[in-house]
C-alpha cells in the first residue's frame, strides 16, 4: 500500500470515515487510531521539532513526512503507556515479557512496518523502519529496543523477501502480529563475526534435516517461539555452504542450555542454545538451500541500519539530560555546564551525532532505490559504536559520583551502549568491509 498525500483537512475526513485507505490498509488505519495515530496526522503539519530527531520539522525533514511522525507519535504513545513504567522493574529482574509487549506492539502494526500487508505489514518503505528505530530510543534501555530490532529487522527480513509463501504464513504473519517471538541463531561460541566459520549442521535425511550443534548469545532466546538458524547443510564452500531455516523452538532436541548473565542490556534475555539430532522439515528452508550466508548478509544491511537510528535517539537524549543535570548541579559556586570544557564537550558530542544521523538518512535513501549500502551501513555501525563509547564515557564523568550509579540512565547507556561495538559485526569487521569496497585488501 502506498502512501498518499493528506491534506489539512485529514483529521476531519478520518472522522466521518471519507479516507478508508489514504495511509495505510484499513486494518492498519485503525490500529494507528488506537493509539492517537489518526489525530496526531493533522497535528504533524505544524512545525514543532520531534522529539530526538535534531532540529528537524516536518516541513524541512530530509526523510520524513507528516506520515512519519504520524507512525513515531503513536509510537510513543505505547512507550509511554506499557513499557517505560515498568523498565526499572524489568531491568532489576533481567528479563521483560516479550509476549505481552511484542502483542500490544504487533496489534498497533509496529512490528512490520515495512513488511507485506498480505502477512501483517504496513506495506511501507524501510524510512518507516527507521523511523521506529529511531522513537524506539526513548525507551529508557538498550535491552527492550535490541529485543524488538531482533524481531523486526535480523530474524524476518530474509523470511519476508525470500520464504515460501507457506513459511511466510506459519512464522512471518504471526510474528508481525505479535502472535510469536523471534530470535536469530547465527552467532557460535568459536564464530561470532565471523559468520563463515559456524559449524552448527543441518544433514538432510529424506523429507527433513537433522540438526546438531548450538547456536551463542542469542538474543529473546529463553522465550522464542522460533529462531531463524543458520546451519551448514552441504560440505560445500563456506559462503555457500549455509542455509536459513526456520527452526520451532518446542521441537524435540531443542535445549537452552542457560540465560546468559550480561553487564548489560539487562532486560533483554540471552540465551545459549544446543541442538540434538533436531528434525525440521526440509520445506522450512527459506529461498534457496545453500544461500543462506548471502541472505544473512542482506540481513545484516537492515540490522546495521536500525541499529544505529536506535542509538541516536538515546545519545540525544544523554546529552540532553547531561545539559539538565549539569546546569543544576554546582562546582565551586558555579553549575558544572557553565564551564567551558563541560560545554565545549557536549556541543562537539551533539554535532557528532548529527554527522551520523545525516550518513543514516542518506544511506537509508539510498537503500530504498535498490541500492547495495553495505558500506554506508558499516559505515554507520563503526561511527556509531564509537561515538556511543565517547559520549557515554563524556556524560557518565560530568554527572560524577551520581554517573557511577545504577540511579541515572546515563549510567545504563554506558554498559547498554557498548554492545553495538561488539554485536552484529564488531568494529574490526566494519572495518574490514569498508576497505573491501574502498579494494584496499592485500591481494591474495
Not at 542482506?298 to 541499529?307: C, D, K, P, S, V
Not at 560545554?343 to 543514516?360: D, G, P, W
Not at 550509579?405 to 561495538?421: E, K, P
Amino acid at each position: 500500500m502506498r502512501i498518499v498525500h493528506i491534506t489539512l483537512s485529514t483529521e476531519m475526513a478520518l472522522r466521518t470515515g471519507a479516507l478508508h485507505l489514504n495511509l495505510f490498509s484499513s486494518r492498519h488505519l485503525h490500529k494507528l487510531t488506537c493509539f492517537g495515530g489518526a489525530r496526531s496526522l493533522s497535528e504533524h503539519t505544524s512545525s514543532k521539532p520531534a522529539a530526538g530527531s535534531g532540529s528537524e520539522t516536518t516541513g524541512d525533514h530530509l526523510l520524513y513526512t507528516q506520515e512519519h511522525f504520524a507512525l513515531k507519535k503513536s509510537l510513543r504513545k505505547i512507550i509511554d503507556q506499557e513499557i517505560n513504567p515498568y523498565v526499572d522493574q524489568w531491568e532489576a529482574e533481567g528479563l521483560f515479557p516479550a509476549h505481552r509487549i511484542f502483542k500490544i506492539l504487533g496489534s498497533a502494526g509496529f512490528l512490520g512496518v515495512n513488511r507485506p500487508v498480505e502477512y501483517g505489514g504496513l506495506g511501507l518503505d524501510y524510512s518507516y523502519s527507521v523511523a521506529v528505530a529511531e522513537e524506539l530510543g526513548n525507551i529508557r534501555c538498550g535491552g527492550i529496543p535490541m529485543a524488538i530490532g531482533v524481531q523486526t529487522d535480523m530474524a524476518t527480513p530474509a523470511l519476508s523477501r525470500f520464504g515460501s509463501d507457506e513459511l511466510k504464513t506459519e512464522f512471518l504473519l504471526p510474528t508481525i502480529m505479535g502472535d510469536k517471538v523471534a530470535c536469530l541463531g547465527v552467532s557460535e561460541v568459536g564464530a561470532g563475526s565471523d559468520v563463515s566459520s559456524i559449524l552448527t549442521k543441518a544433514v538432510k535425511k529424506g523429507d527433513e534435516y537433522v540438526i546438531n550443534g548450538g547456536k551463542m548469545w542469542t538474543t529473546n532466546g529463553t522465550q522464542a517461539d522460533w529462531m531463524c538458524l543458520l546451519a551448514n547443510t552441504s560440505e560445500g564452500p563456506p559462503h555457500r555452504n549455509k542455509s536459513l531455516i526456520c527452526l520451532p523452538m518446542n521441537l524435540p532436541g531443542v535445549h537452552i542450555a542457560r540465560k546468559i548473565d550480561k553487564i548489560g542490556m539487562r532486560s533483554s534475555d540471552t540465551a545459549e542454545i544446543f541442538f540434538d539430532d533436531v528434525r525440521v522439515p526440509c520445506k522450512n528452508v527459506i529461498g534457496q538451500e545453500g544461500m543462506g550466508f548471502t541472505y544473512q548478509m542482506l540481513q545484516f544491511q537492515e540490522e546495521r541500519l536500525w541499529a544505529v537510528a536506535n542509538i541516536l535517539t538515546m545519545m540525544d537524549n544523554i546529552i540532553q539530560e547531561t545539559i539538565d543535570y549539569t546546569r543544576q548541579r554546582k562546582i565551586f559556586k558555579m553549575p558544572v555546564l557553565y564551564h567551558q570544557s563541560v560545554h565545549f564537550k557536549l556541543a562537539e558530542l551533539q554535532t557528532e551525532v548529527e554527522l551520523l544521523r545525516s550518513l543514516l538518512y542518506n544511506a537509508t535513501a539510498l537503500y530504498i532505490k535498490g541500492n547495495d549500502m553495505t558500506k554506508l551501513a558499516s559505515m554507520a555501525k563503526l561511527k556509531a559504536g564509537r561515538l556511543a563509547r565517547e559520549l557515554g564515557d563524556s556524560c557518565l564523568q560530568f554527572w560524577g559520583g551520581m554517573g557511577f550509579t545504577s540511579d541515572v540512565l546515563v549510567s545504563r547507556f554506558y554498559r547498554d551502549s557498548r554492545l553495538l561495538s561488539i554485536g552484529g559485526g564488531a568494529d574490526e569487521v566494519m572495518l574490514g568491509i569498508i576497505c573491501k569496497y574502498m579494494d584496499m585488501l592485500p591481494k591474495k
